[in-house]
T-cell receptor, first 114, second 113 residues
Framework: EAGVAQSPRYKIIEKRQSVAFWCNPI?????LYWYQQILGQGPKLLIQ????????DSQLPKDRFSAERLKGVDSTLKIQPAKLEDSAVYLC????????????FGQGTRLTVV | GENVEQHPSTLSVQEGDSAVIKCTYS??????FPWYKQELGKGPQLIID?????GEKKDQRIAVTLNKTAKHFSLHITETQPEDSAVYFC????????????FGRGTSLIVHP
């Protein structure tokens, strides 16, 4: 079974630039999550999708972050404009259903904002 | 919202020793508690989980215990091996409706050969 695919693996941008991350979840997984993991901390949920609908985005900084999951499969997370404090690993995860089923994580995208 | 505290932040043991990582949670509505292992450069991987209707669960060298009254749960690794070295995260969440899975800050486990 293929895992959660994310790209790119690494990205370096200057502050105020924009960046986009892509995630392809495990086939058949209805729930998709985007997490932000700052160095030395646990993952923090940014947004949760159930199919192509948003379940929770209360921790997403909506003035600069946006995410979509067209057709309920792939998802993109965008930051515009980026700030220095956005430097982190952005993890995508998927699960068959809601929060209490096993979530499978991708390898993440390491973003460095300089 | 939920708040998860995890201790210790770093744990160093000798190969063959046991390791224990403890977490506490704040929201009594939480009913699912997964533990993840994260190796360098990789995403977290589920190693064991426990639901609120169970007090203990074991899988080979790994066990998790849950005390709902005290709102704490622990990960126990016996006969540690160097390949157990990684960062371990606990999490707490709730089934049904919109609920944010909340992670602890992680424990860096180092197993010395």
């Amino acid at each position: 079974e293929a895992g959660v695919a994310q790209s790119p693996r690494y990205k370096i941008i200057e502050k105020r630039q924009s960046v986009a991350f892509w995630c392809n979840p495990i086939s058949g997984h209805a729930t998709l999550y985007w997490y932000q993991q700052i160095l030395g901390q646990g993952p923090k949920l940014l947004i949760q999708f159930q199919n192509n609908g948003v379940v929770d985005d209360s921790q997403l900084p909506k003035d600069r972050f946006s995410a979509e999951r067209l057709k309920g499969v792939d998802s993109t997370l965008k930051i515009q404009p980026a700030k220095l404090e956005d430097s982190a690993v952005y993890l995508c995860a998927s699960s068959l259903a809601e929060a209490t089923t096993e979530a499978f994580f991708g390898q993440g995208t390491r973003l460095t904002v300089v | 919202g939920e708040n998860v505290e995890q201790h210790p932040s770093t744990l160093s043991v000798q190969e063959g020793d046991s390791a224990v990582i403890k977490c506490t949670y704040s929201d009594s509505a939480s009913n699912y508690f997964p533990w993840y292992k994260q190796e360098l450069g990789k995403g977290p991987q589920l190693i064991i989980d426990i639901r609120s209707n169970v007090g203990e669960k074991k899988d080979q060298r790994i066990a998790v215990t849950l005390n709902k009254t005290a709102k704490h749960f622990s990960l126990h690794i016996t006969e540690t091996q160097p390949e157990d070295s990684a960062v371990y995260f606990c999490a707490a969440t709730f089934s049904g409706g919109s609920y944010i899975p909340t992670f602890g800050r992680g424990t860096s486990l180092i197993v010395h050969p």
